[in-house]
C-alpha cells in the first residue's frame, strides 16, 4: 500500500485517528513513513483533496508517542501553511498545536497563543472541524471529558433519558441521520460498548442533568 498513489491520503488519515484515540502503536507503526513527507504537504490526488504539513501529522504522532521535536514540527507546519495562504490549515495547526500544549498541562498563556488565532479562523470561516480540535474551549467553556462538543453533550444527555435516535432528532432540531452520527461519535470518544454505557460514564462524569419534570414517559 505504501507504494501506492493513495498513500499520502491514507497515511494522513490514519495518522489522525491515531492521534484521535492516543493509539501508540498505531503511532508507532506511522511515524516510521513521518519523515518521507518532512516539509512537504499531503495530498489525496484522485480526491482533490488537500490534507495539510506532513509536519503537523508528525507533530501529532510524535505527541502520542512522548518524543522530542513535537514543537518543531508544529512550528514547520505552520510556516508551509501560512506560506500556502491557507486558513483551514493554519487553524488546523494551531488547533491542534493547543490541544497538545493543554495535553501536557503548559501554562494557560502558552495554550491561548494558539488556541485564540484557531478560534477567530473558525470562527471566520465556520471551521466545525477546527472548533471540534478546540473543543469546548472554542466557546470558552471548559474542556468536557472524552473531548465532546457541546452538542455531543446534549446528545449525551438525552441517551441518558433513554431517547431514540428518532427522539433525539425530534428534541435537537436535527436530523435522524445526523442524531446518529452524534450517537456514533459519543460511543467512540467515550470508548463505550453501547449506548447504556454511554449514559453509564455521562453520570460518571456529571453530564447527566437531573431534571426531575423532563423524564421520558
Known sequence: MRDSVTWPAAFALLAEAAVWLADRSAAEELIVDAGNFSGLNLMGAEFLAPFGSADRVTAGLKGVLGRRGVEDHFAAALELDRRMHSPLHVATTQAEWAAWLRRSDARDAQVEEHSAPARQLADRYGLARVRRILGADAV?????????????????????????????????FISEHTAANHVRSILMKTRAANRTAAAHYARQHGLLRDDSDDRHP
Request: aromatic residues 0%; positive net charge.
Open 140 to 172: 470558552g467553556g471548559p474542556v468536557s471529558p472524552a473531548g465532546l462538543t457541546a452538542r455531543e453533550r446534549e446528545v449525551l444527555q438525552l441517551i441518558g433519558r433513554g431517547r431514540s435516535n428518532r427522539e433525539i432528532a425530534a428534541e435537537l
